[in-house]
Structures are given as C-alpha cells and as structure tokens.
C-alpha cells in the first residue's frame, strides 16, 4: 500500500532530551516535507526537501533539523525541545512539489 | 505564489451542495489551484486541482472563471462526514516552490 509513515504516532518528551520523529514513504516520491499544526495558526512548514541531500527552510525552522540522505526518508530532529515545540506534526512526499500531496497519520508530540 | 483568502467558517444542513469560494487576486499565469481536505487530527488529503474553466472527480467540482482570480469549490449533498477544514492553495506549474497551507475553511454540516 501506497502510504507516509510516521513514527511515533505520540511522544511526551522533556525538554531538552533530543529526539527525532520519523518519516518514510514508498512511493519513490521526490519531494519530502514536514508540517506542524497548532490550533488557530493552520499548517505550517518547518523543512521541505526536493530530492536527495537537497533540503530547505520553511516558514517555521527554528529548533528543527532535517536530514535527506535517500529518497524514502526523511527525518525531523529536535537537537534540543522546547515546551513551544509542542505541537502536531505531519509529513508529507509528492511526485514533485507540484502533485497531489500524501500526508502521514501525523505525530503528536509533548514536550514538558 | 498568489495569497488565498477563504472563508473562516461555514456551516450547511446535511444534503445541501456547498461552495466555498477561494480569493487569489494576484494569482500567476504559471500558477495552477489545488484544494485538500483535512478531518482532525488527520492530515490533509487531496480534493482537486485546477488551472481554468471547470474540474469535476467523484468527490467535488472547481469552477474557475476566466480571470482566475477567484476559485469555488462545489461539494454536492454533503453529509456529516464531509465535516472538516478545507484548505484552497495555488501553486506554480513547474513544482518549483512547495505549497503553502493557510488556515483553512472549516465546514461543519449539521443534521
């Protein structure tokens, strides 16, 4: 099956302790991106990726880190949480930027 | 890439066909218009997509007018399940910058 997967699904961290949200895709797509979602502010991009070792900031990257060393994953790492960085997280891949986006089931993520 | 202007919120009785409608004023020759639908707690899921004139799927139907400023996505007998944001994006032709979601409309279909 055609799908974005993201793990975990829900992390109650403190702040701090790095941590790194997963994300893989199994369609060969080129286009790679993370979102975060925080009630009344919409989605928000924090990192996108063309293709492979090709990465670039979005409207929101402060805290985050992303990495793309092949086509299928796609990372976000959190060096150093923070209480704002509580948030919900999507990860999205595309043919090309330009596609139908397929988004993950998302990630819940708690820092204390 | 153009800014979209939405309506906040609507509401709509179960069986009813509801339109949203898009603002892009300053959309671009290589510009194209996409729509994605998100359930909470879900992530968004793509609808439609459209350059001009008219495109209808299984799902909905977007109408562009000739001057591509405006877009109207048109979603027949809506149900309780068609309650969720919907987010209307513009985008150029060439996937060369990535779409930028705003706030969304967000429906609500009463019974």
């Known amino acids: 099956e055609a799908q974005v997967t993201q793990n975990p699904r829900y992390l109650i961290t403190v702040t701090g302790k790095k941590l790194t949200v997963t994300c893989s895709q199994n369609m060969n797509h080129e286009y790679m991106s993370w979102y975060r979602q925080d009630p009344g502010l919409g989605l928000r991009q924090i990192y996108y990726s063309m293709n492979v070792e090709v990465t670039d900031k979005g409207d929101v990257p402060e805290g985050y880190k992303v990495s793309r060393k092949e086509k299928r994953n796609f990372p976000l790492i959190l060096e150093s949480p923070s209480p704002n960085q509580t948030s919900l997280y999507f990860c999205?891949?595309?043919?090309?930027?330009?596609?139908?986006?397929?988004f993950g089931s998302g990630t819940r993520l708690t820092v204390v | 890439l153009a800014k979209t202007t939405q309506p906040i919120s609507m509401d709509s009785y179960e069986g009813q066909e509801v339109n949203i409608t898009c603002s892009h004023n300053?959309?671009?020759?290589?510009?194209?218009i996409t729509w994605y639908q998100q359930f909470p707690s879900q992530g968004p899921r793509f609808i439609i997509q459209?350059?001009?004139t008219k495109v209808t799927n299984e799902v909905a139907s977007l109408f562009i007018p000739a001057d591509r400023k405006s877009s109207t996505l048109s979603l027949p007998r809506v149900s309780l399940s068609d309650t969720a944001v919907y987010y209307c994006l513009v985008g150029d032709l060439g996937g060369n910058t990535p779409l930028v979601f705003g706030k969304g409309t967000r429906l609500s279909v009463i019974a």
């Open positions: 459209g350059y001009k």
């Open positions: 300053n959309i671009a020759t290589n510009d194209y």
């Open positions: 999205a891949s595309s043919l090309t930027a330009r596609y139908g986006y397929t």
